[in-house]
């Protein structure tokens, strides 16, 4: 394996590491479920695919069309995953927080 292709994944595995994260962060600080399902859509699937790519760069002899793969099947499922947890928050009337406290619409 070259140099390169190992600072690579290990930048690509740093990244990642840092929007899972700021994901889990925003997870336990973000006042309501609208908020928590945008910092999840976002920073999770960002996440997940700089690991997918550091992934690829730091085994040897991984086909790549498998982390392509792995990476359109995340493109689509996390971000299905997070509207339709803001869509059951909604359905339910969850409040939402604004500027001047909890509403309810």
């Known amino acids: 394996m070259s140099l390169v292709c190992q600072i690579a994944g ?4 740093l990244g990642g590491l ?4 700021v994901a889990a962060v925003g997870i ?8 928590r399902a945008h910092a999840l859509g ?8 700089l690991m997918l790519v550091s992934l690829g760069f ?3 002899g ?6 392509v793969l792995a ?5 689509v499922t996390i ?4 509207h339709l947890l803001c869509l059951i928050g909604f359905r339910r009337k969850v409040a939402r927080w604004s500027a001047q406290g909890w509403a309810r619409e």
Request: charged content about 15%; proline content about 5%; hydrophobic content about 60%.
């Open 18 to 21: 840092f929007f899972l994260l």
């Open 71 to 75: 990476i359109c099947f995340q493109l």
């Open 79 to 82: 971000p299905v995953a997070s």
């Open 28 to 35: 336990c600080r973000l006042p309501d479920v609208y908020c």
């Open 10 to 13: 290990a930048l690509s595995l």
């Open 42 to 49: 976002k920073a999770l699937t960002l996440g997940v695919i």
């Open 62 to 67: 991984i086909e790549w069309w498998k982390v």
């Open 58 to 60: 730091l085994i040897d």
